[in-house]
């Protein structure tokens, strides 16, 4: 094996450099992977985008992969693996304490504050890693963490049997709360708005009962047309559309609960006793997420829109970023090419 490997590193807004980097060394308690497939998410959007974080860092973190070497663990060495991207908390801070590790002021991520997938190979601690069934495809698997968030963000309140929801934002993340919503929490009625046909069109294949196209309808008249005047039980925002955040009380039930997966101020109207919920990390869902992709409960495939080898990932942030067609869903990088 040479020592060296191609990785892409963002050196300015905009701009990735495909550099030789020297192979990670796997510390002890750590295996070395071999990057299958990696996936382009909203957080490395925005690192690309703004340039922000440590430049000399190489982005990524949704991905699948070969273990190379685990020293220590031979019985790793060769098994096809995800990966739980939150690489490190404190384990002993008041949130940590209570388990709630996903919000521990320590909290390290692959992509982020250590080198990520978007290469060749990259090392994650050994306790990260999730073994994944041959059946499972590298498509599949890529798509397990962009999965185990909405699973996380979904446990953050009780769903009720027979529910109505409205998720707005028909992207990778939307079109899993979808399937969520329809295929394991019960909801009667899934109501996906946004503004690319081609997506929405997609969201009715996986699942949804109804869509709102908001580039031709506003969204809290259509959504209380299809509800009869009552609003919806919950409301899962993942767009981040401040416009849309501010209207959100208005397509709401009385005691409705809204889960906030984007960033930003959400509209709020406490005499309606709305609950708002917020999340980040999935490190306690990825098993599940996982299980559920193997199972085919929840179908990943046709989310896979765009793949580009490493040599090209700038035309493919910048096809993410510019969507000229409306048909971008879910970008992945091909390390195996
Ligand atoms: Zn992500
Ligand atoms: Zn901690």
Redesign the pocket.
């Known amino acids: 094996m040479t020592s060296t490997m191609r990785a892409a590193v963002i050196t300015a807004a905009q701009h990735f450099e495909i550099q030789q980097r020297a192979i990670p060394v796997p510390a002890p308690g750590s295996a070395l992977i071999a990057v299958a497939l990696a996936g382009i998410c909203g957080g490395d959007l925005q690192q690309y985008r703004r340039a922000t974080g440590a430049l000399a860092t190489i982005p990524g973190h949704e991905a699948c992969g070969t273990v190379a070497s685990a020293p220590g663990h031979a019985a790793l060495e060769g098994r096809r693996v995800v990966f739980d991207p939150q690489v490190h908390?404190?384990?002993?801070?008041e949130?940590?304490a209570k388990g709630h590790?996903e919000v521990?002021?320590?909290r390290r991520y692959l992509g982020a504050h250590v080198d990520g997938t978007f290469a060749q190979f990259v090392a994650v601690p050994i306790d990260r890693l999730y073994p994944i069934p041959d059946s499972m495809t590298w498509e599949e698997a890529a798509s397990v963490h962009g999965l185990a968030g909405p699973v996380f963000a979904s446990q953050r309140f009780v769903h009720h049997i027979g529910e109505t929801v409205a998720v707005l934002g028909p992207g990778a993340a939307g079109l899993l709360f979808v399937q969520l919503a329809k295929k394991c929490f019960g909801a009667s009625t899934v109501i996906l708005a946004g503004r690319s046909a081609h997506r929405l069109a997609l969201g009715m294949q996986l699942g949804a009962d109804a869509v709102v196209n908001t580039l031709t309808d506003k969204l809290s008249d259509a959504v209380l047309a299809l509800t009869g005047g009552r609003g919806v039980d919950v409301i899962i925002e993942t767009t981040g559309n401040v416009q849309l955040r501010q209207e959100l009380p208005a397509l709401a039930a009385l005691r409705a609960r809204v889960l906030s997966y984007a960033t930003g101020p959400i509209g709020f109207d406490s005499l309606k006793c709305l609950s708002v919920f917020g999340s980040t990390g999935a490190t306690r869902s990825m098993q599940p997420a996982l299980d559920l992709i193997a199972s085919g409960r929840i179908v990943t495939g046709p989310l896979i829109s765009h793949r580009y080898p490493l040599d090209d990932i700038q035309q493919a942030f910048d096809t993410a970023i510019g969507d000229a067609k409306g048909d971008y869903v879910k970008g992945v990088i091909d390390l195996t090419q």
């Open positions: 908390w404190c384990g002993h801070c949130w940590c590790t521990c002021a320590q």
